[in-house]
């Protein structure tokens, strides 16, 4: 991003999107995540959830339900039928 004025709010949000989504996320490297990007950092996440949800043993599920007000996630174990 470029410093400076923007023409219109729609300009704004335009050139703040593509930093955001073209190198934010993408390229920029974070300590945090360890010197990894947001989305390289997110795909190994899915992968190892992906493979922790595939060891659960049957009839034990855990569901995150988005709520409108806090706390915005709750957490229910369910059983299923053997």
């Not at 004025?5 to 995540?33: P, Q, V």
Request: charged share 25%.
């Amino acid at each position: 991003m470029q410093g400076g004025c923007f023409e219109n709010m729609e300009d704004a949000k335009t050139e703040i999107f593509d930093y955001i989504e073209g190198y934010y996320n993408t390229r920029r490297l974070h300590s945090s995540l360890g010197y990894k990007s947001p989305v390289q950092y997110g795909r190994e996440y899915e992968m190892q959830t992906n493979r922790s949800v595939a060891r659960a043993p049957l009839g034990f599920f855990w569901t995150i339900r988005l709520q409108t007000e806090k706390p915005l996630f709750s957490l229910a174990k369910i059983s299923a039928p053997i």
